[in-house]
């Protein structure tokens, strides 16, 4: 299926590996120029060669911090006029609400909430100019079913996914569409640091704790990040134009409620 992008410029933050890497590669085989930002430049390097020799696209690496200020300004100078933004960062850590002061949310508000909405604010308006737009929210399974140990996940993202509900209503009918991915469990270094913290916790060995939360997701298996970055890619397509405001949980079934 030709999604009809090629030509189109992206930026996808935290991009250098996870998530954010499967949507950049995703969206350059399909022969859109991307623009990925990360903090560490061997990784962010990396990615970016084999991005390259992979699709034959353009990248273009940006080596900063998207939650700063300074971070954004320096994405948005290489890409100063996105089709397609794929806001991520990385995800706040776990403990319980009552060790978290301001300092903590603030963290958590400014990574998960407020950068992307920053982001959204910088290019929605030309998006809308140029009479097309695809944002996508990468988020968290905990949006749905809320994670105990990630209070400061659930809180921060969920305002976004708020926020977004109301924006996407707006811009939709210019063809510029504001989603969100939710991602269950998928094999990245986030969610090997998790995994590894909980089995510390709990005092079991990590690798048995490892295989015991694979065996109980439905799909009897972690996702594969390419499966995310391909299901971005659809919502990113000019095909897409008709869904917006949605939340698309890909977990392998693991939630399980009907709806
Ligand atoms: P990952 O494998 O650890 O990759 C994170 C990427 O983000 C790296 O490229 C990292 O590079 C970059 N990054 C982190 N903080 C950044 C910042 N402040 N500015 C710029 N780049 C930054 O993580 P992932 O599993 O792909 O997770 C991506 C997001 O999805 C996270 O918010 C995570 O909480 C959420 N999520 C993941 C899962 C899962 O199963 N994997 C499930 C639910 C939610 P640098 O460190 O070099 O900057």
């Not at 060790?99 to 950068?115: C, V, Y």
């Not at 996914?161 to 989603?179: D, E, K, S, Y």
Request: with cysteine.
């Amino acid at each position: 299926m030709d999604l009809g992008l090629a030509g189109r410029k992206a930026l996808v933050c935290a991009a250098s590996k996870g998530l954010g890497r499967a949507c950049a590669t995703s969206l350059a085989r399909e022969g859109v120029a991307v623009t990925i930002v990360a903090r560490g430049r061997e990784a962010l390097e990396a990615t970016t060669e084999e991005i390259r020799r992979a699709t034959g696209t353009v990248v273009t690496a940006v080596a900063a911090d998207i939650t700063t200020l300074a971070g954004r300004e320096a994405a948005l100078a290489a890409c100063p006029s996105p089709d397609i933004l794929v806001n991520n960062a990385g995800g706040p850590p776990s403990g319980d609400f009552r060790d978290w002061e301001r300092d903590n949310w603030i963290r958590a508000l400014d990574a998960n909430m407020l950068t992307p909405i920053a982001l959204i604010k910088a290019t929605v308006d030309g998006m809308i100019a140029r009479r097309f737009g695809r944002i996508v929210n990468i988020t968290s399974s905990a949006v749905k079913a809320p994670i105990d140990s990630l209070g400061l996940s659930n809180g921060a993202r969920s305002g976004l996914t708020g926020f977004v509900a109301g924006l996407a209503r707006q811009t939709v009918r210019h063809n510029v569409t504001i989603n969100n991915l939710l991602p269950g469990s998928f094999e990245t270094d986030r969610l090997r640091d998790n995994f590894a913290e909980a089995a510390r916790a709990s005092g079991e060995d990590p690798a048995a704790y490892w295989r015991a939360q694979m065996a109980e997701n439905p799909a009897g298996r972690f996702g594969d990040p390419y499966e995310f970055g391909e299901a971005c890619a659809f919502l990113c397509s000019a095909q897409a134009g008709y869904i917006t405001g949605q939340n698309f949980l890909i977990d392998g079934g693991e939630y399980p409620g009907t709806l």
